[in-house]
Every structure is written in C-alpha cells, then in structure tokens.
C-alpha cells in the first residue's frame, strides 16, 4: 500500500508540482485548502481533494478538520505549502500531527518569518545580513528622514514586498505609523542584483536547493519566471542556506530573498519558511519528494527556466511590450517550462485564470491588493496561537 501525503495549500503552484513529485516517488497524494482550488481540480492526475476551514476565522473548526482528515485518510506525512504552515505548526495541533508534519514547530517558524527577529538571528549565526533597527513608533522613524533614500521600511510581518518602501521621500516615510502591536523595521538598503533561493533541511542538514533570479514581477514584487543561477553562484548560497539550516536546526523548508552587492557579496534580506517558486526548479523525477519524506540528497537542480504559464501571458506580454523586452519573453517560454499546465492538458491553466480572478474580485472587495488577498485567508502575522 502506497504511503499517503497530504499537502496544504492546493491554492499554489507549488502544491501541484509537489504533487506530480509525490506522485512520481511512488505516492498516493491528497491535496486541501480552506478554499476551491480551480487550478489543482482542473489536474489530470490520481488526486484527492479535500477542503477544510480558513484558520484565520475558524481556528478550532480548522484544527478540528485537519486532525480528523489526517487520521481517518491514514496520512503518513502533511507537507503544508503557504501561510497554513503557521497554524498547522500551533502547539496544540502540532502535538497532534507530530512526526507527520514536515515543518518546525511555531517558536522557529516565528524567528524565521519576522524580518527583525530574522536579521538579529543570522547576525548571531554569523550570516550575512543587512543592519536592521526595530521601529515601534512615530519617534523611532522621524531620525531616518534625512538618510531615507539609503534605507528600506517594512512592516516585521508583511509579504509579497507590498507594504515595502524603498529609499522613500520625506513625505512617503512621515505615513508610516509602527507600533508595538505592529511593529517595522528599517533595513540598510543594498544596491545590487536579487536573487532567491528554496531548500529543503531535516533536522538542520540540508538535502535540497535551488537559486533562481526572475526579471518578470508583479507590481508588489511577487515573481513569475525563475531562471536558475551559475552554478557558482547557487553554490555560494547553498552553504548559507547549510549554514542557516544547520544554525536554526531546520526540519521543513525555507526561502530565503538575497541582495548581492556589487562586489558580490550577498545578505539575506527575508525568510519565507514555506514552498516557494524554486520547488518549480526541483520537480518532476521524485528527487524532491525523497528529499522531503526521507532525506535522500539532491545533488544539482533543473538547468531550465519555468514559469506561471497564465502571468505570464496576462502580466508578461504587456511587460515585454512596454519595456521592448518581447524577445526575452519569446525565449522564455521557447527554452522553460510552464509549472501549470502541460503539453495535452492545458486546462490547468484554464482553472488558474479562474482562480487568479476570484482572488481580483475578492481584492477589490476588500480594499486590498490582489497578491495579499491570496493569502487574507490563512496569514499570519504573529499573533498568539495556543
């Protein structure tokens, strides 16, 4: 009887490509999400899908869902994708999950996810990162006016770089309002190339990587076209990433942004202790799925871009066109692959279009940008959860 895993978050193209990799491992693979995903049903694959309550309105009702999916389906392992990592690692379901769940408990999750406790705690592990000060008020700003323009301002909990403010203006910085409920910090600014990177560590060695740069992003920064770094340089932010896992002895996977100066040195800027878009660059053979599950080494990632197949014809044409870069998306899609959709089955796409303007519509509804209402549902910001 085929091992069984459950992967949260079905709402992301990262839950799929896992679960191509968990399928092809040898996996029966169960996917869920506190709302329909389109894109995921839309999938010509052996999958079971499962809904359970948001965890940001329900928290019990949420609990009380996933322990019992787990149990009465016989999930041996639950592999969380997005922000529900948060709540999935709360002590009290997390004590129920146990050894099933592939991620840290909430202690950890909490220094990885909030930018300044972040930064304070690579300083300690000897890991390059800007210098970051805590602001928890209107006083704790106004000195940083004068030299704004070498400093970015962001809140602790924040993500996709929405609320971000990069060498701003005088007039920009006085509108910011921290607090000690909801506290920013102020980030040396560094001036040079962003990359990214995804891993994967059990019990702080690591046993997965990839490094991607992407030219192709959304207004808030969110990117959707991973191109993999030179061999050099991944293997220069691999034995950070070993050294960070090893540091904070990691059991689950982590992101990390990177600057590099332009004497190419690179910081860390942020942590996302979640599946990002470098799974896209692992998948397809089972290699990530052994790593995740057993600890089996993955010793080099994929050599080909890939991309979200519907950015980048609703984003990524009209970016090619204003900025006269429509040759470099031609190559793109002619040398990657889409991570959505397949040759033969395109109705993947189909359903993320659908899904893409569900989270529009909910965005507008609420005020709020399109990319934070992905995740209004299941974020988390650092509130107490027992």
Partial sequence: MAERVLITGARAAAALDLARDFLAAGWEVHLADCRVSHMARAWRLPLRHHLYPAPVTERAAFRESIAALVEGEGIDLVVPTCEEVFHLAAPALHQRLGERLFAPGLGTLRQLHDKLAFARACGEWGLPVPESRPLASAEDVAPFAAGASGWVFKP???????????????????????????????????????????????????????????????????????????????????????????????????????????????????????????????????????????????????????????????????????????????????????????????????????????????????????????????????????
Avoid at 352 to 373: K, N, P, V, W, Y
Wanted: aromatic share 8%.
């Fill in 156 to 386: 602790c909990f924040t993500r996709f770089g929405d609320a971000a403010l990069v060498g701003p203006v005088p007039a920009a910085l006085a509108r910011i309002a921290p607090s000690p409920a909801t506290p920013w910090l102020a980030q040396r600014r560094i001036r040079g190339t962003e990359v990214c990177f995804y891993a994967v560590a059990r019990r702080g060695t690591l046993v997965a990587f990839s490094a991607y740069r992407s030219g192709w992003r959304l207004g808030g920064g969110a990117s959707y076209a991973f191109e993999p770094l030179e061999a050099s340089e991944a293997d220069r932010l691999r034995a950070i990433a070993a050294r960070l896992a090893e540091a904070a002895g990691l059991h689950g996977q982590f992101a990390c942004d990177v600057m590099i100066d332009a004497g190419g040195q690179p910081f860390l800027i942020e942590c996302n202790p979640r599946a990002t878009s470098g799974v896209h660059l692992l998948t397809g053979s089972g290699a990530l799925a052994r790593a995740i599950a057993g600890g089996e080494r993955i010793a080099r990632q994929a050599g080909t871009p890939a991309y979200l197949g519907p950015a980048m014809a609703v984003y990524g044409l009209p970016q090619a066109l204003v900025e006269g870069r429509l040759r470099d998306w031609a190559r793109l899609l002619a040398h990657g692959h889409d991570a959505i959709s397949r040759t033969g089955d395109r109705r993947p796409l189909v359903g993320a279009l659908r899904d893409a303007a569900g989270f529009f519509r909910e965005g507008r509804r609420h005020s709020i940008t399109t990319t934070a209402a992905t995740t209004r549902d299941i974020a988390w910001n650092g509130e107490d959860l027992d």
